[in-house]
């Protein structure tokens, strides 16, 4: 798991560092906000751990910036600001957790697992498809930038069996079966529907295989 750290107290910065290292986690640390977005531009991360006054960017005005760019990622502040009005405009803004400083090393460590699980329980439902697309599995929605993307039944059918399914492929028989109540309709008025499917989404995420069936890829 990769974590990026945004503290300018240098011992603090380096002791998080150390001990979330040492127990596992990959870590890069930073005291710049402009410095911290331009490694998050670069490379993936799991989880943030933002201080909130840093320099160039504050911990706050960076993740609003990463919101506005629908880079979602969950984030943690560690303060020592007690203003109900900053750690409330911290959770408008989408973070998951807020330590007060000081705090036990150890401290840190259990919000990140508790987050962790929390993160584990959504991601069994719900099935990345792309970097705007996902679809919720246990509520049978397909969410655009995290807004319901409303379908007609049979194409709502059809999208729960390709989620059900990425990177696998879905034939017809399993179309005929799930779809159309195993009625045997032709491959021609299959093929229609799945057109009709596609041209209802924003991106193409289905891709034919020709003969066989079809396949959602993950962008």
């Given at each position: 798991m990769r974590v990026l750290l945004l503290e300018d107290e240098l011992m603090l910065q380096s002791a998080i560092a150390e001990y979330l290292t040492s127990t596992g986690y990959i870590v890069d640390a930073f005291e710049d906000g402009e410095e911290a977005y331009e490694q998050i531009?670069?490379?993936?991360?799991?989880?943030?751990v933002f201080d909130i006054n840093t320099p160039s960017i504050d911990g706050l005005s960076l993740l609003e910036?990463?919101?506005?760019?629908?880079?979602?990622?969950?984030?943690?502040?560690?303060?020592?600001?007690?203003?109900?009005e900053q750690i409330s405009k911290a959770y408008e803004l989408g973070c998951y957790d807020y330590l007060k400083k000081p705090f036990h090393l150890k401290e840190l460590t259990l919000?990140?697992?508790?987050?962790?699980?929390?993160?584990?329980?959504?991601?069994k439902s719900m099935v990345k498809l792309s970097r705007m697309y996902s679809y919720d599995l246990e509520k049978n929605r397909l969410l655009f930038d995290n807004v319901e993307q409303e379908l007609k039944p049979k194409h709502q059918q059809i999208m729960h069996l390709l989620a059900s399914n990425v990177e696998r492929i879905v034939d017809f028989d399993m179309l005929r079966y799930y779809v159309w109540?195993?009625?045997?309709?032709?491959?021609?008025?299959?093929?229609?529907?799945?057109?009709?499917v596609r041209q209802a989404l924003k991106e193409d995420l289905i891709v034919s295989i020709k003969g066989i069936g079809y396949k959602l890829t993950k962008q």
């Open positions: 531009k670069k490379t993936s991360y799991d989880l943030f910036k990463l919101q506005k760019e629908k880079i979602h990622i969950p984030t943690i502040f560690i303060s020592a600001i007690t203003q109900i919000h990140i697992e508790r987050l962790l699980k929390m993160a584990d329980i959504q991601s109540d195993d009625i045997h309709v032709d491959a021609a008025t299959i093929r229609a529907e799945m057109h009709r």
